[in-house]
Every structure is written in C-alpha cells, then in structure tokens.
C-alpha cells in the first residue's frame, strides 16, 4: 500500500503523542525541560508543530531525547 505525506505526518504526530503520553508529560512540561537543555520552544509552539505533524526528523529526535525515548547516538 502506498502512503501519502499527510499519512505519514499523521503517524509522525500519533508516535510523537503517545511517547509524550508514555512519559506522563504535556506540552507546558516538555517546553520547560526543553528549556532546561537550551532550547527556547513555547508550549504553544510545539502543540503546533506536533498536533500538524509537520517537523523536522531533528525536532522528532531532540523531542525523543528528551522524553528518555532510547535513540542511538
């Protein structure tokens, strides 16, 4: 089966939520310890980003970082 970009956006965004909800952290949490490691991201701001599924693999990896999620390094 072929995928579309707005699939895979869709699925980006559903991963991105449920490692946030596997951490027990919302958006206000993740901007503070985002934040905490240097970089300034408002809570409004990645909502936005997450919630449209459009963002770079550098913006998935640094969220994934900083929610433990296990990446190599």
């Excluded at 985002?34 to 550098?58: C, T």
């Amino acid at each position: 089966k072929r995928l579309s970009m707005t699939e895979y956006e869709k699925r980006a965004k559903v991963y991105l939520k449920t490692q946030m909800a596997k951490a027990d952290i919302d958006y206000p949490k993740l901007a503070e310890q985002l934040k905490e490691k240097g970089v300034n991201e408002s809570r409004e701001n990645l909502a936005n980003k997450i919630n449209r599924g459009k963002f770079s693999f550098a913006f998935a990896l640094m969220i994934l970082d900083t929610l433990g999620v296990a990446i190599d390094r």
